[in-house]
């Protein structure tokens, strides 16, 4: 009796057993189903996102390429919502865009040294910081060794990077972190207020908020142009009866051509963006559009 007993508890610890695996098999199975059916959701999402970007990136250069390049509250549509000073806006229900247009920065390669100054000094830089960076840049662009009195020239750049100045054009943003002084802002202002572009005009109807600070340096009249840009009146005329400055050698109120623009789209699943610079020549027969700098999901 002992041993029938023996063998029928053996048995049922068999059972068990049995049963647990069959119960651990059948939960890891429906977790790798699971698993899988997320991954896929997130693959149809990345495809269909990727699709809702490129079809907002055609609509978008399509009425750049055979529109006049400022918003109108009369127009419908997309050309009733665009602006270009990096303002987000809906291009349909499920793609959102932001167009900044590149005069209205601050070229490093063709830097305006006074508005650059204030635009540091009004971010929190000391005058020791600033000064220290762009006598720098200047040395890095320029053909001669002779260093300007805050700067560096390849002497500095040997010991600590074996190699000299570009005695050139900045070429990329990277690059500036080579740059004696560089580091007093950090990447997102960078690309905020300012430029590669290899434009000498400023526009800056399309200037963010802080860049037009410091041009206008009068608080009623900044937010006075505020008004008007985020109520759709500004232009060339409103911006000078309220500030008082007009065009000149540096100065332009028309739009310029070459934008960087970020699309977005999102969904349940998954979170999609886009930036590139593109350069819109709708005069040009063989290349009207030039896009470059391309990124996807770094914006």
């Known amino acids: 009796m002992i041993n029938i007993n023996s063998s029928r508890g053996m048995a049922l610890i068999q059972v068990l057993i049995i049963a647990i695996i069959l119960s651990l098999l059948s939960l890891y199975i429906t977790q790798t189903v699971r698993s899988q059916v997320k991954i896929t959701g997130v693959i149809k999402d990345n495809h269909l996102g990727t699709v ?7 609509d978008v250069l399509h009425l750049m390429m055979t529109s006049k390049l400022y918003p109108s509250n009369s127009d419908e549509g997309i050309l009733g919502r665009w602006n270009f000073y990096g303002k987000e806006f809906k291009v349909n229900e499920d793609v959102t865009a932001s167009i900044q247009d590149l005069s209205s920065l601050i070229s490093l390669n063709h830097i305006n040294r006074r508005l650059a100054t204030t635009l540091f000094l009004q971010l929190g830089k000391s005058d020791e910081e600033v000064r220290e960076f762009l006598d720098a840049l200047a040395d890095w662009k320029d053909l001669d060794d002779l260093k300007h009195l805050n700067g560096a020239e390849s002497n500095y750049y040997s010991k600590s990077l074996g ?3 570009r005695n050139g054009y900045l070429q990329s943003f990277s690059e500036l972190k080579s740059i004696k002084g560089a580091d007093l802002l950090p990447n997102t202002d960078w690309h905020k207020y300012f430029s590669l572009a290899l434009v000498s005009n400023f ?3 399309n200037a963010p908020d802080e860049i037009l600070k410091a041009l206008i340096n009068d608080e009623q009249s900044f937010q006075n142009v505020i ?4 109520n759709g ?4 005329l409103v911006f000078f009866q309220n500030t008082g400055i ?5 100065i332009s109120f028309r739009t310029g051509r070459v934008f960087r623009i ?6 349940k699943n998954n979170n999609l963006n886009k930036s590139f610079i593109v350069e819109v020549r709708p005069n040009s027969a063989k290349r009207p559009v030039i896009i470059t700098h391309q990124i996807w999901n770094n914006a």
């Open 52 to 58: 809702a970007i490129e079809s907002a990136e055609a």
């Open 163 to 165: 190699y000299g100045p």
């Open 203 to 205: 526009n800056p109807l």
């Open 227 to 230: 008004n008007h840009r985020n």
């Open 233 to 236: 009146g500004l232009n060339g």
């Open 246 to 250: 007009d065009e000149d050698d540096y």
């Open 262 to 267: 970020v699309l977005r789209t999102s969904s």
